[in-house]
């Protein structure tokens, strides 16, 4: 039985992969700092080995027995990365290298990491720009998560060699269910809104174009990255998509979806101006070197969503725990007032 070390196994990806793991019959340690809880790890808290611990403070043991690493932790959005831009750095891209040297160090040659196809942001406006991008394509991030995303490729793509296998998936928006929920993905928070207010708010008019995934889908890309041989993958950039949408089409899809679970709500356009992500890519490379395909569409996940959220009572929708930012925020206000007066039931 393979080993293999999870980092940021208790987050919204982080659980539905380790599920994913489990089931095809790997040993996995995880290591998270859990600071959404261990929710995401209910079903499995028996079957892991978890490490609680800051990527950023990692020592060799760690790669104890490990035959690959899965990087998914971090943070993992825009709001939390320009929230503390130097956190950000230092978990996503310093952490990333320090890990990678760590592999290379102990024999540990196949390194997975979590990139983000927002990294091929053009922004909209500009027409001529409006190009579906592939994985040849020059990019150049602006956005401190889609940079510290970036600068951590370039790193691990400069450390590959016979031995050390480092592998990077630029995962679209993902959508859909896991024990570790978000609401602020773009199809969770119409799923979230339309359950919670009847209507949902499409940001800009939904001119923007996105590249979508379903969570489980991106587990089986991530599987077949970690069982691919070496010379199809060593070094190399995938893309992981299973369609392109412009958000007022998503929006459509997914009222469609919610009707068919007996859910009614209406669409509200909001055409404030702000500054909104915009692009397309291309998911044939993946498709042509390693056979993936994604499976689960936005209409079929929405459905499956529905229906476990009211099961698994994950219907408080204004609990912060959902919100990446909002949730960060919290502990750390809450981290200040604990440093001042001490536990809250401590003498």
Request: hydrophobic share 35%; net charge neutral.
């Amino acid at each position: 039985m393979q080993k293999v070390l999870l980092v940021g196994g208790a987050g919204y990806v982080g659980s539905v992969l380790t599920e994913e793991l489990l089931e095809r019959g790997y040993a996995v340690r995880i290591l998270d700092r859990l600071y959404f809880g261990r929710r995401g790890l209910e079903k499995v808290t028996d079957r892991v080995e978890l490490v609680i611990g800051d990527v950023r403070n990692i020592g060799p043991q760690l790669l104890d027995g490990v035959d690959g690493v899965i990087n998914v932790g971090g943070l993992s959005n825009d709001p939390t990365a320009e929230y503390n831009p130097q956190a950000n750095y230092e978990i996503n891209t310093l952490a990333t290298l320090k890990l990678a040297e760590l592999c290379k160090k102990v024999g540990v040659r196949r390194y997975i990491f979590a990139s983000s196809c927002s990294i091929y942001d053009r922004g909209v406006g500009d027409q001529d720009q409006d190009v579906v991008q592939d994985e040849t394509v020059e990019v150049n991030p602006k956005a401190a998560y889609s940079n510290s995303k970036y600068q951590a490729e370039r790193i691990l793509i400069e450390m590959a060699d016979d031995n050390f296998c480092p592998v990077i998936l630029r995962k679209g928006t993902i959508y859909g269910f896991s024990p570790r929920m978000r609401y602020d993905l773009v199809v969770n928070t119409f799923v979230k809104d339309a359950l919670s207010k009847g209507y949902m708010t499409v940001i800009y008019g939904g001119e923007m174009w996105r590249p979508l995934i379903d969570v489980r889908d991106v587990g089986r890309a991530y599987v077949l990255s970690l069982e691919a041989p070496s010379e199809k993958v060593r070094g190399e950039i995938f893309n992981v998509s299973y369609c392109n949408y412009r958000i007022s089409e998503l929006a459509l899809r997914v009222r469609e979806a919610l009707h068919e679970s007996g859910v009614k709500a209406e669409l509200r356009a909001d055409y404030t101006y702000r500054g909104v992500r915009s692009y397309r890519v291309s998911g044939k490379k993946i498709e042509q070197s390693l056979g993936f395909r994604p499976l689960i569409a936005v209409e079929e996940s929405v459905r499956d969503m529905v229906d476990k959220i009211y099961r698994y009572g994950y219907d408080d929708f204004d609990h912060p725990r959902y919100y990446n930012i909002r949730w960060m925020k919290l502990l750390e206000e809450a981290s200040e007032i604990m440093a001042v007066t001490g536990s809250v039931f401590g003498s």
